[in-house]
């Protein structure tokens, strides 16, 4: 287990996976009388600093959702500026092979414009050797429309029922192959997964904050990360 920090007397211990709801763009742009679209982009910028502040404290997978399966009912022009940022995100290829982040893109990216899908796989492709923080961006990402995705694959394989195990179906997520999050960060206020990490989060730690996500800085990651050593995972023993 890696170490986070040590204070006086004691040696935080950093979580493997630590998963993050950016939420709160829009009333944060809304608190200031400005446009949604000026809230997403503000929020890429936290991305951004956030995720390099993962990298350099040494977490191994970071998973952020950026655009759930859900945020399609927004209007085509907030959704149209999400992707606007998104795309600018992927052109930019320094901010990430620059820092040895490997990227890796989860949810159904069948449903994305196709020049986005292109960005998408060579970002995966150019920093697949990266060696430092595994970065999943969630896009598309429906928890459940993972899981029907999973369970086609199975079924489609022809797998007997009584074969069916639950690695079998982690196997299948498109977080095949990695540690379940430990810790997941909801700011914003809002108290729900909406749809996010539904099977992976099964024993997951939970914490919520008030902040915005534009507003979160580094220093509230500290905090949680904090709150999470004095946290008691038993999963389910004594
Ligand atoms: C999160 O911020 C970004 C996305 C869902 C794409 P919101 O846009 O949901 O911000 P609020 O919740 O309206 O404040
Ligand atoms: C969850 O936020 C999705 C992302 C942050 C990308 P939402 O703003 O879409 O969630 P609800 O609608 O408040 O549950
Ligand atoms: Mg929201």
Redesign the pocket.
């Known amino acids: 287990m890696a170490i986070f920090k040590k204070t006086k007397d004691v040696e935080l211990v950093l979580p493997t996976h630590i998963a993050i709801?950016?939420?709160g763009n829009g009333r944060w742009a809304k608190n200031r009388a400005l446009p949604r679209t000026a809230g997403h982009a503000a929020g890429s910028k936290t991305f951004k600093d956030i995720a390099r502040y993962c990298n350099k404290i040494g977490l191994k997978y970071l998973t952020v959702?950026?655009?759930?399966t859900?945020?399609w009912k927004r209007p085509k022009e907030e959704v149209d500026n999400i992707m606007k940022i998104f795309k600018e995100y992927l052109e930019d290829t320094k901010s990430f092979k620059d820092e040895n982040i490997q990227l890796q893109f989860i949810g159904d990216r069948s449903a994305l414009d196709e020049e986005i899908q292109r960005l998408m796989a060579e970002c995966e492709k150019e920093s697949a050797g990266s060696t430092g923080l595994h970065l999943n961006i969630a896009i598309n990402y429906g928890g459940r429309d993972e899981i029907v995705h999973a369970v086609k694959q199975i079924v489609a394989e022809g797998i007997d029922a009584n074969d069916i195990t639950e690695q079998m179906i982690s196997d299948k997520l498109y977080t095949s192959g990695q540690p379940d999050p430990d810790f997941i960060i909801r700011p914003s206020g809002?108290y729900?997964l909406?749809n996010?990490l539904i099977w992976q989060s099964a024993y997951a730690e939970y914490w919520f904050s008030d902040i915005l996500w534009p507003d979160f800085k580094p220093s509230d990651l500290d905090k949680a990360i904090e709150d999470y050593n004095k946290r008691n995972r038993r999963f389910g023993g004594v």
């Open positions: 709801i950016m939420d959702y950026a655009f759930s859900e945020n809002e729900r909406s996010y």
